[in-house]
Structure formats: C-alpha cells, structure tokens
C-alpha cells in the first residue's frame, strides 16, 4: 500500500500568503508614518527657529548671539555674569555648527541668549552635554550670518542649518519648506561641514543613504 502524503492545500496557502500579504503592508505603513513624522520634525525646527530670531529683535531690537547689551537683557537683576556679549556688529558670526569655546562663538551664544530670555527651551549653561542643538536624526542644528559667507551659497540675512539628514528625507524637506529641488532656492543640501559643505550636484548626487547637511537661507 502507498503510504498516504499530507500538505498545504491551495486555500491553506492562499490564506497564508494573505495574512503575510497583510502583515508586509502594515509594516511598510507603519514605517512610512515614521518617515513621514521625521521629516515634519524636521521641517519645524527650519519653521522655528526664524521665529526665535524675530522674537528676541522685537524685545531686545538686537540678534540673539550679536547682542552687545545681553547682560541688561537676559540675565537676571543684580547680575550681569550670566553669558557673555556679542559684537553688536549686526550678524551672527561663527559657523553654524562651531564647537563650544573660549571666547564663545557668537553662533554658540545664540542659544545661551535665546534660552536665558525664555524664547528657546534648553540648557543655559555651556557646560553643560545636551547644550547645543539636535535635530529628529541626532544631527547638529546651527544659524550663522546669511551673505557671501553663507554655507551652499543659500541667500539671505542668515542662514540655517541642520546636519546628519538622511538623502531619503531631504526631498521631502525640501518639497516641504522650498522648491522640492535640493540643489536650488532657499534651501539647499550639501555634503561636509561649517561652511565648506558640498552642495548636491551632477557630480555629487543625492544618495539616500548618506547624511547631508540642509540649510535654509532667510
């Protein structure tokens, strides 16, 4: 006697490749709801931080970083040792990404004065680790003078920008906050750090993998 063979029948094994059907389509959902709040993240600290700057001009007709009276301004009464001045030369000077130093950059004052007037959540203190800035992707987040000097040629007054973003979400950053094109408008993306970044190109083009630097001229 043949001995009797057992298996899968054709509906058995169309159900299981519906429920792997299901489960594959819920999970690239899923992530695609993670992208997509990533990059709304993103966009709102380029949304935010352009209101910082115009709060502390309308309170303290000075650039918070710049400011040359932020003693009176910031810090509390009696004490006037709480940070220290800027130039008051009308830019924010330093590179957006520059350490924290002795002098401070006036880039890195920028938000010591933003916090100390109460318009920037944050630690005050310079010393302290989670001081300076980071965006959804664990990038840094920096404003510098606009100008000749402006990291990827963006144009305006300042500039700001923020590192460590994946190639994946700068389009829809971009398409987001600007022209949908990386290599044009207000904002730009580019390759490398401080001012010498390498704007996306023909010869250097977008690669979703890689991290780039993003910055939005205002």
């Known amino acids: 006697m043949k001995a009797r063979q057992t298996g899968f029948t054709l509906v058995e094994i169309a159900i299981v490749l519906v429920i792997i059907g299901l ?7 899923g992530q695609e709801l993670i992208n997509s709040a990533k990059v709304k993240n993103l ?3 380029f949304r935010t931080v352009p209101l910082y700057i115009y709060g502390y001009q309308d309170k303290f ?3 918070p970083g710049d400011d040359s009276r932020a003693d009176t301004h910031v810090c509390a ?3 006037t040792s ?4 800027g130039d008051g030369n009308g830019r924010i000077d330093g590179d957006w990404d520059a350490a924290v130093g002795s002098p401070q950059p006036e880039s890195v004052l920028f938000w010591q004065h933003l916090r100390l007037a109460n318009l920037a959540s944050g630690p005050t203190l310079t010393t302290d ?4 800035p980071q965006n959804a992707d664990g990038g840094r987040i920096g404003v510098q003078a606009g100008g000749a000097g402006a990291p990827l040629g963006v144009r305006g007054s300042h500039a700001m920008c923020s590192g460590g973003i994946l190639g994946k979400y700068v389009v829809q950053l971009d398409t987001a906050l600007d022209d949908g094109d ?3 408008g207000s904002m730009r993306a580019g390759t490398g750090s401080g001012t010498t970044l390498t704007p996306v190109s023909t010869t250097n083009p977008l690669d979703e993998a890689v991290a780039y630097a993003v910055c939005l001229g205002f």
Not at 82 to 85: F, G, I, K
Not at 129 to 132: A, I
Request: one cysteine or more.
């Open 23 to 29: 489960l594959m389509g819920g999970v690239l959902k």
């Open 43 to 45: 966009a709102q600290d």
């Open 61 to 63: 007709r000075a650039l």
């Open 77 to 79: 009464a009696g004490s």
């Open 82 to 85: 709480c940070t220290t001045l």
């Open 129 to 132: 680790p989670s001081f300076l």
């Open 182 to 184: 990386p290599t044009t």
